[in-house]
Every structure is written in C-alpha cells, then in structure tokens.
C-alpha cells in the first residue's frame, strides 16, 4: 500500500545548477537552483524556475540571457555557497575563487572551473506561484574536453554531476550505469 506525502515538490532527482547573470553593474553573480531542466528538443531549450526575490531573476529579466553551469561533486561546497548568499551583498565569484567569464553567445557569464556550461537566451516566461519559470533557448554547450567520451559527448560518469534530494536536502552523486536507454524496454515488445 502507498502513503499519501501530499502535494510536495518530490520529483527525485532535481539537478544542481548555478544560474550565472550579469548584475546592473557589469559585474557576474552566480545562484544555485534545483527546480529546472530540458523542455524542449527543437529548438533545444530548458528551464529554470527562480523566485522573484534572487537577483539572479532581475538580472534575466533585464539582460534577457543566462548561463546554466552544471554543478559537479568536485564545486559542491562552491555552488551550495551560491544558494547560501546573496550577489546583493557579496561578491560570490571572489568568495569562492571562481572565474567568471564572458561568452560571446549571450548576454552572460559562464563559471570557467565547471566542466559543462549551456549558454542560453530567454525565450520565454511563466509565471507558476511563488516562481518565475524561465525558458532559456540553447545556443550552445561547451564542455572540457576531459568530460567527452568517443562519440563526442559530455560523458556523466567523467562529468560526475550533483543531484538534489529537495525535502532532505542532500546533495548525492550519480549512481551506476543500470541499462541502455531505448534498448532495455524492447524485450516487452510483441
């Protein structure tokens, strides 16, 4: 028998990102968020749902554009600082060490140490409650070169990538391979 747990944002997992803006002032500003991902496959878009309070929401809203840096294992304390403090107050890139660079696709920075950055144009805006959901056209994603596997991909066992466990809030790794997607679900065809 299942347990009714109500309406609660429980979808398992939620990624680990840090949402990088440029503030009013030129400078780079970087938020952790958990509450997005992909949306759309042509044209490649994603999602991301910031409340109105973050900086980083005003930021988009004015600059039109974001990047998404995805956080790994290794930038765990790093992109869990982003979501404990405010670009209001505190330079986050010079509290963590950081590198905030330019792209010349959009109207953002990037995080140069994060191994796999989408760079995005807002495309779209939802207004959901107590969130802003942003959808953010890809325009591209560029990736170290130690993360690609031979097919020219980001490979997710060398990128390790953070996940979030909402109402625990933990921050996990990913598991083990399990099975070939689009392949392992075949056995049930007639």
């Known amino acids: 028998m299942k347990k009714s747990l109500g309406a609660n944002p429980l979808v398992y997992p939620t990624p680990v990102w840090a949402i990088a ?7 780079s500003n970087a938020m952790c968020a958990a509450w997005g ?5 042509k044209p490649p878009c994603l999602a991301v749902s910031l409340r109105e309070a973050t900086l980083s929401h005003g930021n988009i ?8 840096n995805i956080g790994t294992e290794a930038f765990a304390a790093q992109v869990d600082y982003f979501g404990l403090s405010t670009g209001r107050n505190v330079d986050k890139f010079a509290a963590t060490g950081l ?3 330019a792209s010349t696709l959009v109207d953002a920075p990037f995080i ?10 807002l495309q779209q805006v939802v207004e959901v409650g107590l969130h802003t959901q942003f959808i953010g056209e890809i325009m591209d994603v560029k990736a170290d070169e ?11 066992e060398l990128l390790r990538p953070l ?5 625990a809030r933990h921050y996990h790794g990913v598991g083990n391979f399990v ?9 049930f065809r007639k």
């Open 146 to 156: 130690n993360i690609i596997d031979n097919q020219d991909l980001p490979d997710i």
């Open 99 to 101: 590198t905030a660079s």
């Open 163 to 167: 996940i979030f466990s909402p109402v």
């Open 21 to 27: 803006t440029y503030n009013e002032d030129g400078s």
């Open 112 to 121: 140069e140490e994060f191994p796999l950055i989408i760079e995005c144009t």
């Open 37 to 41: 991902g992909i949306c759309c496959s």
């Open 61 to 68: 809203m004015k600059r039109k554009a974001f990047t998404v």
């Open 179 to 187: 099975a070939q997607a689009f392949e392992v679900g075949k056995k």
